[in-house]
Nanobody, 124 residues
Framework: VQLQASGGGLAQAGDSLGLSCVAS????????VAWFRQAPEKEREFVAA???????FYEDSVKGRFTISRDNAKMTVYLRMNSLKPEDTAVYYC???????????????????WGQGTQVTVSS
């Protein structure tokens, strides 16, 4: 599976941005797809995940502001980010796994496939 992330950019606090992660090379309907982010000099952290049943999981700081969704026909997972804050500034990565279990969704090492990352910068 190859993943291509896009949609990052510059935003002001309170604005919205949408990210897309397009998969190719293999059907990914059964994959868990997650978004992670990494800010400068910080470790990569979990943002959100969606499984094949479209159940969604979020890191606490983005709950109520970010929405993850998927369109299997388009092999695409989206991350809608509303009410952006400067602390949301990071490189955002999408990742996929066919075998990760629910208790490990937040663990980046459990994901086999990664997109290249897209920069999101939020100014105050």
């Amino acid at each position: 599976v190859q993943l291509q992330a896009s949609g990052g950019g510059l935003a002001q606090a309170g604005d919205s941005l949408g990210l897309s992660c397009v998969a190719s090379g293999h059907t990914f309907n059964n994959y868990v797809v997650a978004w992670f982010r990494q800010a400068p000099e910080k470790e990569r952290e979990f943002v959100a995940a969606i499984n094949r049943g479209r159940y969604t999981f979020y890191e606490d700081s983005v709950k109520g502001r970010f929405t993850i969704s998927r369109d299997n026909a388009k092999m695409t997972v989206y991350l809608r980010m509303n009410s952006l804050k400067p602390e949301d500034t990071a490189v955002y990565y999408c990742a996929a796994s066919s075998s990760v279990i629910v208790s490990a969704y937040r663990v980046s090492d459990m994901y086999n496939y990664w997109g290249q990352g897209t920069q999101v910068t939020v100014s105050s």
